[in-house]
Every structure is written in structure tokens, then in C-alpha cells.
């Protein structure tokens, strides 16, 4: 076990030089060199082994970069569970360099988005809120991305839905996602409510009302049925308005 840790420690601190501005490929060749005792091969034999030596030092470089990329994002939800959203925005970007298929990883960026548009006020008093709908941006985009890797991904649909019935006032948006959502868990009570929501702000009354009737039917939580009720009620007002 220690002499996993100390290979996978030695690959680490090759990989941080690789990265690290200033470097040169002759600083990084010359450590390998003494390393692993190989400079200039010249016999069959010296080529074999310098083949076999660079070839397992190429794993181990690997296997630090793989385990890189979990330690930042294990990093990343430490700092979810602490609220810290920009941090751990910080650290989700820096698991994607490693892992850039993870869907995971990108819904994670999704909610940190949605978090850190809350809190981007506009310090300045300049009048912008550039910087909120850059977040949102970030977030729409994350989601995306997450969805177009595993398209029965429910979190990443629901989060997707959210973000576009209540940030970015477009639930017309919204409403295929949360329709495949529901085709996928068709419990999700509070992806129903979403869908709702969308529906009812898209003008589909009749919908809405069918969504919060399925609602009242299926749910077993109190408060859930009654905000149900209440949210049909207020559709069928508007209707009777009408």
C-alpha cells in the first residue's frame, strides 16, 4: 500500500511540473533520467529496458492524473456541504479537465452556477446583472452538457427545468426536459410541480390543472397535496376569469 501511495506521489509531482508555467521538457527529462537511471540508450538490451521503465513511469503518470481528477471532485462537494458554490465551481472545472465525460461533473457545475447567479449582486451599483446571467448561462450550459452524455440523467433534467421556469423566465424551455423527466421517474412529485408551473405560465391551463390533479392523486405528503390544491385553485381563478 505505501508503495502504491509513493508511486502515485512521484507521478503527481511529475504531472505538477508538466503543468507549471517555466518548466522545461530538459528539467522534466533530466528528473526522469535519474529517476529511473536511463539516459542515453544505445544497445537492443538499453532501448528494451528503457522502453519497459518509461512505459510504467507513463502509468503511474496516469494513474496520478486519474486520481487527481477524483480528489478535486471529492474536494468540490466538501465545499458543497459547506455552502462555499464558488470553490467548488473552482474545483468541478478542474475535475472536468480529467474526467471531461462526466456527467456528474457537470451537473455539479449546474447548481454551483444557479448558486453563485444568487449571489452575484451588483457591487459596483453600475445598474448590470451581467454577471448573474453569466452564471445562469454557466448553469443552462452545464446541465446541457450533462444531459447530452447521459440523456436519462433525472437530476440534470430537473435541475435543467428549475433553472428555466424560475431564473431564466422561460418555461416553454423547460417543459419538454421535465415531460422526459417524468417519463423516466414518473414519482418525481416535485419535478410535477415544475412542470406545473411551466405549463401554467405558458398559458397551458388545462395542463397544469391535469399536472396538479396527478399531483393530488399520487402524493402521500400533506403539505405537498395542499400546495397542489392551492396551485389549482389559482389556475382554475384565472381561467374562470377569463
Given at each position: ?99 471531461p465525460e462526466n456527467q456528474n461533473l457537470y451537473y455539479y457545475v ?133
Open positions: 500500500m505505501k508503495k502504491e501511495f509513493s508511486k502515485i506521489f512521484s507521478a503527481f509531482f511529475i504531472v505538477l511540473f508538466f503543468l507549471s508555467c517555466g518548466v522545461s521538457k530538459n528539467a522534466v527529462r533530466n528528473m526522469q533520467y535519474m529517476e529511473e537511471g536511463i539516459s542515453n540508450p544505445t544497445t537492443i538490451e538499453e532501448y528494451k529496458t528503457a522502453i519497459e521503465k518509461y512505459g510504467k513511469r507513463i502509468a503511474d503518470i496516469e494513474l496520478a492524473n486519474g486520481q487527481i481528477g477524483i480528489w478535486y471532485k471529492i474536494l468540490g462537494s466538501r465545499y458543497i456541504d459547506q455552502k462555499m458554490w464558488g470553490e467548488a465551481l473552482k474545483c468541478y472545472q478542474k475535475a472536468i479537465e480529467y474526467y449546474g447548481v454551483c452556477g444557479g448558486y453563485m447567479a444568487k449571489s452575484a449582486l451588483d457591487y459596483d451599483a453600475l445598474g448590470s446583472t451581467d454577471k448573474r446571467y453569466n452564471y445562469l448561462k454557466l448553469a443552462e450550459s452545464a446541465y446541457l452538457r450533462a444531459i447530452a452524455i447521459e440523456p436519462r440523467y433525472v437530476r440534470a433534467l430537473y435541475g435543467l427545468g428549475v433553472l428555466y421556469v424560475f431564473d431564466l423566465d422561460a418555461g416553454e424551455k423547460a417543459i419538454p426536459y421535465l415531460e422526459t423527466l417524468l417519463t423516466i421517474d414518473t414519482g418525481h412529485t416535485d419535478a410535477k410541480f415544475v412542470l406545473g408551473n411551466a405549463y401554467y405560465s405558458t398559458g397551458n391551463f388545462q395542463k397544469a390543472v391535469d399536472m396538479y390533479d396527478n399531483i393530488i392523486k399520487t402524493t402521500k405528503d400533506k403539505d405537498k397535496k395542499a400546495a397542489a390544491e392551492k396551485n389549482k385553485k389559482q389556475v382554475l381563478d384565472v381561467v374562470y376569469v377569463q
